[in-house]
């Protein structure tokens, strides 16, 4: 949209934003209609602090990002609203897609007066996957040794395999940094900071709630699964990574174990709570839209 007069690129960063609402929408409700929720949530401890976590957990990251992007360019509390959004359509629709729609949200806004909003999305998402591979490496580091103590036998090609793409992606993005990225250097390693926190965070989150359900498992089991949860978050291109990572640990673990269970219900859940925002939101965007429209 460079070049456009800003009328216009606002009006098709809103026709942009409009088509993406309601492909989250139609994503949710078609998957909220084949979702078993009264099982899922039949398994859920009615405890409140289980819910508490949960709740921060799923709010982490868009929170994460509203700070980054507060500094950056001053959004408002609004704000939360478009990068709850983001998420949504990046975990049920299509990985990435939920940039595409907060670069439309942002230029829709008109909000943005001090840098250019793609290249600072761009660098925010390239620092969260160089972030994210680091932890994932390192997690791998940790856990591997466990993986044959346990006798789970993952295939040491495919860990191996992992480890080669993510090392060599990092090191690809390192190598190019002065051309991919556009942010100053400072606010470069702030938002890397961000990142980090924001992943340990979810990940102790994770492991606090998988802990709250099941306290008398042992701690060695959470470090694998949190580290093959971790290694499939690094995934490109592919939604319900948390379903994905149910079917995963339902393979390590087997079916009858209550770990099985337990991964499957939080799972379901972090699902269902993609559905029902997905849904909400999108509906009450498209609504708004024709409000003023």
């Known amino acids: 949209m460079t070049g456009m007069p800003p009328a216009i690129g606002r009006r098709w960063a809103g026709i942009g934003s409009t088509l993406i609402s309601l492909a989250i929408l139609a994503a949710a ?3 909220l209609h084949g979702t078993p929720v009264a099982d899922i949530l039949a398994l859920v401890p009615r405890s409140a602090v289980f819910w508490l976590v949960f709740v921060i957990a799923y709010l982490v990251t868009p929170a994460s990002e509203w700070v980054i992007y507060h500094r950056l360019w001053s959004i408002p509390p609004s704000g939360m609203i478009a990068l ?3 998420r949504v359509a990046n975990e049920i629709v299509l990985g990435y897609l939920g940039e595409v729609y907060f670069y ?3 230029r829709r806004t008109g909000l943005i007066t001090r840098t250019a909003p793609f290249g600072a999305i761009k660098d925010v998402a390239i620092l969260s996957a160089l972030t994210g591979n680091a932890v994932t490496l390192a997690m791998l580091a940790a ?3 466990f993986f044959g103590l346990l006798q789970l036998d993952l295939g040491g090609k495919a860990v191996l395999s992992s480890l080669g793409v993510l090392a060599v992606t990092s090191f690809v993005m390192l190598l190019l940094r002065k051309r991919l990225f556009s942010l100053p250097r400072h606010e470069l390693w702030w938002i890397t900071f961000i990142h980090l926190a924001r992943i340990v965070t979810t990940i102790g989150l994770t492991a606090l709630m998988w802990h709250l359900v099941l306290p008398t498992v042992g701690l060695v089991w959470w470090l694998i699964l949190a580290t093959l949860r971790q290694l499939l978050s690094r995934l490109p291109l592919m939604p319900n990574k ?3 990572f149910v079917g995963l640990a339902i393979f390590i673990v087997g079916r ?3 770990v099985a269970a337990m991964i499957a219900m939080i799972g379901g859940l972090i699902l269902l709570a993609h559905l029902l925002v997905g ?3 999108g509906a009450a965007g498209l609504i708004r ?3 003023t429209a």
Do not use: F, I, N
């Open 289 to 291: 839209r024709e409000a």
């Open 104 to 106: 439309a949200w942002v």
């Open 29 to 31: 409700l078609y998957q």
């Open 279 to 281: 849904s909400t939101l």
């Open 256 to 258: 009858d174990g209550d």
């Open 84 to 86: 709850l959004r983001k």
């Open 242 to 244: 948390d379903l994905a």
């Open 143 to 145: 856990a591997l040794p």
